[in-house]
């Protein structure tokens, strides 16, 4: 590269490997380098799985975690943050320590607690450190509406208003909160971004059939990318669920299990944009 050529946006994701690569670190680096950034990566946990669901996983040493994402942030300049699956309690508190010294880089938290088949990834004691120590210092968080519940407390209670459980984490310091409707019983999937203000946009997404792996990683990352970018919050948030509506729209089945979104949708011969 001459001196001339302009760098990409670098984001770096803090997650587990998926060998399906169709959730995990494998997810998130192709969707970062989809919407034109160059990831980084710090592996977190090791996963035994396919497309069907996780056997099991073997958490990272915390200090090999924060070791990664030193050794990196030494090197290169870091345009946003993304955070998956961490695997312990241990290594939320060596990454939050890590992120906390680049309080000006946005940080989108996807807070991954089960699989899509409900294989559990975490306890209350690491769900309680998220919510502690990732959430305050988040940008954006994302979760769907169990996840949100979980982190606001409400885990047992269906019936928990979700602008004011929105608003237990914006209260804990995080800048925004887009909660996802993909587990709710709605025709349609409608998604909504919520700041200490109240709700910034609704947007709703035509409901697709089949189950999808990966679709959470997809969005954070998405969005991750968009504000390396430098997009404004609202388009950051639009472009990350089209980009993921039409990576969904586009899915395939390689396997027995899940569908697999096509992150590279736009690079097949004959795609139309519907512009």
């Known amino acids: 590269m001459t001196e001339s050529t302009p760098s990409l946006p670098t984001v770096l994701t803090f ?3 998926d060998p399906t690569s169709g959730a995990g670190l494998q997810a998130d680096i192709l969707a970062l380098a989809s919407m ?15 497309t069907a669901g996780v056997e099991s996983f073997l958490s990272i040493d915390p200090d090999w975690v924060a070791d990664q994402a030193r050794c990196l942030l030494e090197d290169m300049p870091v345009a946003a943050f993304k955070m998956g ?5 241990e290594i939320v508190t ?9 309080p000006e880089v946005p940080l989108v938290l996807d807070p991954v607690f089960a699989s899509g088949r409900g294989d559990e990834f975490a306890g209350e004691d690491m769900i309680r450190a998220i919510r502690e120590l990732l959430v305050p210092q988040s940008t954006v968080v994302t979760p769907n509406i169990p996840e949100l519940r979980k982190l606001a407390g409400e885990e047992d209670n269906d019936e928990a ?13 995080c800048e925004y909160v887009l909660v996802t409707g993909t587990h709710d019983s709605t025709v349609e999937v409608v998604n909504t971004l919520y700041h200490r203000g109240g709700v910034v946009r609704s947007d709703t997404w035509q409901r697709l059939p089949g189950s999808y792996h990966g679709s959470g990683c997809t969005l954070a990352s998405a969005l991750a990318a968009n504000l390396a970018r430098g997009l404004e919050i609202g388009e950051a948030v639009y472009e990350a669920q089209e980009f993921t509506w039409r990576a969904l729209s586009h899915a395939f089945r390689p396997g027995m299990g899940q569908h697999l979104p096509d992150r590279l949708f736009w690079a097949r011969e004959g795609y139309d944009d519907g512009k």
Do not use: N
Request: contains cysteine; negative net charge; glycine residues 6%.
């Open 15 to 17: 997650a587990a490997s």
């Open 36 to 50: 034109g950034c160059y990831p980084l990566s710090v592996v977190t946990a090791i996963t035994v799985q396919d």
């Open 161 to 173: 208003d979700l602008a004011e459980c929105a608003q237990a984490l914006l209260d804990t310091g």
């Open 94 to 102: 060596v990454v939050a320590e890590v992120v906390s010294d680049y």
């Open 85 to 89: 699956m961490l695997g312990s309690t």
